[in-house]
């Protein structure tokens, strides 16, 4: 299985120029043979909208996401946008395939300072079968909660999605990609399943997401890294068969009665 | 470990995140250049590095505005940095519109003065970024902005600021990283608005101390009490403490009063990125 990583800068709350980027990037993992593609949280309007939510969330069954739908015939596709439902408003992530809206999740545990005041917490994990096995998305914060993971292990997820629009920080001790390898190697490892984590790049406000987006295998180890700061494509191979091996060498649910 | 090696930046990391952040946030808005004030101290001798970096030395200006009484010094060593760089610069004199001001009035003190001069300054760099088509970038560290050491609308202006979340102890480790001009490293930090003023002996205290006791503040929640028992006096923690709290005002924009359902920056709220 071909995976791509589009870690991609967007311009805040111009669909239509971010929607274009989408389907240049997903046009060019097509070109490349590639089975699914990831891009980032909101990657269709931009992270920090403010006031913009109300005006570029978008219905799922707006006419925005056919020529996207259409691809989806190709190559499976992951990215994130601002959803509108009966009034209300979600941070959301969406898994197109062959042609149809296969699952969206809802981001379950919303950023404070940013995203609470316009943003509707979705209020489930969902894992949903793909071609390649059962898939979950996290959006961002979502990873940083142990109640996810839990669930993502109890659903026999093979594949873990974390869409992210992570900003950058760094003092003495850390530096804010450590957290994020740390965790979703632990996730990965101890769960036995493959986690992409695709994260944008590009300023917001003074504001810097850092890129770095990464794809762990089952047994803990990156395999794929991108670059920091820099928009661009990550392309990896992956062996779906690394779960199963990954489970006979550490068998840990089986030991588990899961509630 | 002392104190000060907790603000240890990775200056490869951190030099190559403020020059993305210059090029991008300045090319987004459809500018390409960028207009700094240069003093010949730390702070806008770093900011001209990365100004340089960022846009490319033909695409920065750097703006000499020496007034009567400031330090031949200070001259010399920002035509150093100009030299260094390659970057653009022209020398303009404030002595004129200032002392044509300060005429006004039989009396002016210096607190008053210091503000005229950096209003002035402001008023400059701003024009010339209109001259120019540039943006005028900042160069107020986060020593400054915490302790509201700096002229409100005056050196505190600016477009775009990619110093404004570092203290100055890791200005000076940009600076060595850069390998600016060996003098500027080495004198005293001045507003250099008189022959011979030094911003700590103003201040009261060393930045080395102002900045380890603002890091423990506001970057790791550290009570006052325990700021004390890492080894410092309690009036000195104290009144930094109360100069950030009186100081609140100069790192925001005026208050509005509220009368309708969206006031700009209270319930109306858009990045300034909005569509770029």
Same mark, same amino acid.
């Given at each position: ?110 950023? /404070?300072?940013? !995203? *609470? ?5 979705? &209020?489930?994990? +969902? %894992?949903?079968?793909? $071609? ?95 670059? /920091?700061?820099? !928009? *661009? ?5 992956? &062996?779906?068969? +690394? %779960?199963?091996?990954? $489970? ?12 | ?276």
């Amino acid at each position: 299985m071909r995976v791509a990583i589009a870690q991609i800068d967007t311009i805040l709350g111009d669909i239509k120029k971010n929607l274009s980027k989408i389907e240049h990037y997903t046009d060019k993992a097509i070109e490349e043979k590639c089975d699914l593609i990831v891009f980032p949280e909101l990657a269709l309007t931009g992270y920090g909208l403010k006031d913009l939510v109300y005006s570029v969330s978008v219905d799922v069954k707006d006419d925005l996401f056919d020529p996207l739908k259409d691809k989806s015939g190709f190559i499976d596709i992951s990215f994130g946008f601002a959803q509108k439902e009966n009034g209300y408003f979600y941070n959301s992530a969406v898994y197109l395939a062959e042609g149809n809206i296969l699952a969206i999740h809802k981001k379950s545990h919303l950023q /404070i300072h940013e !995203e *609470e005041k316009y943003f509707t917490a979705g &209020d489930s994990t +969902e %894992t949903f079968k793909t $071609k390649f096995g059962n898939t979950t998305m996290l959006i961002c914060e979502d990873a940083f909660h142990i109640s996810s993971h839990y669930e993502a292990f109890k659903n026999e997820t093979d594949f873990m999605i974390v869409l992210s629009a992570s900003p950058f920080w760094s003092d003495s001790d850390n530096k804010k990609w450590e957290m994020w390898e740390n965790i979703l190697k632990a996730s990965a490892q101890l769960n036995g399943y493959f986690v992409i984590f695709a994260n944008r790049v590009g300023f917001e406000d003074g504001v810097g997401f850092f890129g770095k987006s990464f794809i762990v295998n089952p047994f803990g180890n990156i395999v794929g890294e991108a670059s /920091i700061f820099k !928009e *661009e494509m990550l392309i990896v191979d992956l &062996d779906l068969r +690394e %779960t199963e091996r990954a $489970k006979i060498n550490m068998p840990i649910k089986k030991n588990e009665a899961l509630k | 470990m002392s104190l000060l090696d907790k603000l240890r930046i990775d200056c490869d990391i951190v030099s190559t995140y403020l020059i993305e952040f210059v090029r991008q946030e300045v090319l987004k808005t459809g500018l390409k250049r960028a207009v700094i004030g240069l003093s010949g101290g730390i702070d806008s001798t770093v900011v001209a590095y990365i100004a340089k970096e960022a846009l490319g030395k033909e695409n920065v200006y750097g703006i000499l505005m020496p007034y009567k009484l400031s330090s031949k010094e200070s001259i010399e060593d920002a035509l150093k940095v100009v030299e260094d760089t390659g970057i653009n610069h022209k020398i303009f004199e404030i002595t004129d519109p200032a002392d044509a001001y300060f005429d006004k009035f039989d009396e002016i003190d210096s607190l008053r003065k210091g503000n005229v001069l950096a209003r002035l300054r402001m008023i400059t760099l701003f024009d010339h970024s209109s001259l120019y088509g540039g943006l005028v970038v900042g160069t107020s560290n986060k020593t400054e902005l915490l302790l509201g050491y700096g002229t409100w609308y005056g050196d505190m202006a600016s477009s775009l600021n990619p110093i404004g979340d570092l203290y100055k102890n890791q200005i000076y480790q940009l600076a060595r990283y850069f390998n600016v001009p060996r003098s500027i490293i080495e004198k005293k930090p001045s507003a250099d608005l008189w022959v011979g003023q030094s911003d700590e002996d103003e201040l009261g205290f060393s930045y080395d101390d102002a900045d380890v006791i603002l890091y423990h503040l506001y970057d790791l929640h550290y009570t006052i009490e325990e700021v004390v028992n890492l080894g410092f006096s309690h009036q000195l923690v104290k009144g930094i403490a109360e100069r950030v709290r009186r100081n609140q005002f100069k790192r925001l924009p005026p208050i509005i009063a509220k009368i309708s359902k969206r006031t700009v920056n209270v319930d109306f709220r858009y990045p300034r990125d909005w569509g770029l």
